[in-house]
């Protein structure tokens, strides 16, 4: 039995008004996958590069925006059993997240954590898929190193401070204004720098450099990052706001023995993304659980307003992340 459900799609690239509300009809749930009657979607960078034309979908995704869900399970399909119809659930989602009913890979499922709002619980699994895959399996951060993340206020900034906090690491953060600084600071920041007015090159240089730093700007953030890193140090890189296109002193890479490394996360392949998930449920979850890691909220828009949501992320005023509620 196929099931109706609205969806938003961008039918030509533009800004926040391209966006458009339509209805389909979804086929029955399939093999190794779920239905999810969505409580709410998150809104990621992703989604706005895909608005613009910039981010094309992979091949067999989900048609429609959005890549992350929470709800409960409406169907699940064969070979299907850690979830039923009617639990709780999280779930990234290779597109078609803003919605009332998303389609997910099984492995991309997981129980909703206990302790967390299920609307604001669609405020985690893009932003903490996207950290541990970075900063802990690529990038090997261990408890007593120093990370530095950019952009600190933004949804995966405000999650990496407190997955970093939690495991141990001292953490330093950069954020656009003394508000978004003062919330790095509660979050767990050791060291808040406004990247408008301070040098944060040089005051993570003066308080101990950084071992690990996950960068999303790109640009001419590249060379100032490798100017900061420590002996073997590991630079991880997942978006490129400010240019994919940067001039490096590669004699620096070298003799600090340093580890340039980047990734993507929505084209990998389902079973990578699921070992991730398990990762992140065996490690994660328990922080949530103990209180030391919380999805940050900025704002919550209706379905119908998505077009106000990426507005708002455009202007980049957020932080934390913004949701869709059907």
């Known amino acids: 039995m196929s099931h109706s459900t609205r969806i938003i799609i961008a039918p030509s690239p533009g800004g926040p008004d391209a966006l458009r509300v339509e209805t389909r009809d979804l086929a029955p ?14 809104v990621n960078r992703p989604d706005v590069f895909e608005r613009m034309g910039l981010y094309p979908p992979p091949q067999g ?7 992350e869900v929470s709800g ?5 399909g064969a070979g299907v059993t850690h979830v039923k119809p009617g639990d709780p659930v999280v779930a990234l989602t290779a597109g078609g997240g803003y919605a009332d009913i998303a389609r997910a890979d099984a492995g991309c499922v997981l129980p909703a954590p206990a302790g967390v709002d299920l609307v604001h619980a669609a405020g985690l699994p893009e932003t903490v898929f996207t950290v541990w895959s970075n900063v802990f399996d690529r990038a090997r951060l261990q408890p007593g190193e120093r990370f530095l993340g950019h952009g600190g206020a933004s949804g995966i900034g405000t999650t990496a401070i407190q997955m970093a906090k939690a495991h ?3 953490v330093i953060a950069t954020a656009g204004t003394p508000e978004k600084c003062d919330l790095c600071r509660q979050l767990g920041a ?6 408008r007015s301070d040098d944060w090159a040089q005051a993570v240089k003066a308080a101990g450099g950084a071992d690990v730093i996950l960068d999303m700007v790109g640009g001419d953030y590249a060379a100032r990052n490798v100017s900061v890193l420590n002996m073997d140090g590991r630079l991880v890189m997942i978006a490129f706001l400010k240019g994919a296109q940067a001039e490096l002193d590669l004699m620096r890479v070298m003799l600090k023995r340093l580890t340039l490394t980047g990734s993507t996360l929505r084209n990998r392949p389902a079973a990578e993304k699921a070992a991730i998930a398990q990762g992140v449920h ?3 979850w328990p922080w949530i659980a103990a209180g030391k890691l919380r999805p940050v909220i900025d704002s919550v828009f209706t379905l119908e307003d998505a ?7 455009d202007a980049m005023a957020h932080a934390g992340k913004i949701l869709l509620t059907p």
């Open 29 to 42: 749930a399939g093999r190794g996958k779920v239905l999810i009657d969505v409580a709410a979607a998150g």
């Open 61 to 67: 995704a989900p048609e429609g925006l959005g890549l």
């Open 72 to 76: 409960h399970v409406r169907e699940t």
């Open 168 to 170: 141990g690491a001292h």
């Open 190 to 195: 050791d060291l808040a720098l406004n990247y």
């Open 282 to 284: 065996a490690q994660v």
């Open 307 to 313: 077009a106000k949501a990426h507005a708002r992320m």
